[in-house]
Nanobody, 117 residues
């Protein structure tokens, strides 16, 4: 497994941008999936975006075209570039790693994103 630490959250006005980073404790080359989830107060945690070891990506419909997930294997990081932010994007954002050979997935501690109207 792997330890994950998120950073880059903060307060931004609607229409603004933020870039979140997820730093892994070791190489991410062999990790099948790296994902970003978010959870707002009163809501369930939801998948926002993910990227496979092969580079294929998935985006939740509400963020498609606004968010971009990427990985830097050399720096062992996964990023989420968020643009055209909306108040409904306000949530704690979590990084997740999963591989088929693992019994359990790994989660970061989360980073707060607040978008003001």
């Amino acid at each position: 497994q792997v330890q994950l630490v998120e950073s880059g959250g903060g307060l931004v006005q609607a229409g603004g941008s933020l870039r979140l980073s997820c730093a892994a404790s070791r190489t991410i080359l062999s990790i099948d999936l790296m994902s970003w989830y978010r959870q707002a107060p009163g809501n369930q945690r939801e998948l926002v975006a993910q990227i496979s070891s092969g580079g294929s990506t998935y985006y939740e419909a509400s963020v498609k075209g606004r968010f971009t997930i990427s990985r830097d294997n050399g720096k062992n990081t996964v990023s989420l570039q968020m643009s055209s932010l909306k108040p409904e994007d306000t949530a704690v954002y979590y990084c997740r790693a999963r591989s088929a050979s693992w019994e359990r997935e790994s989660w970061g501690q989360g980073t707060q994103v607040t978008v003001s109207s």
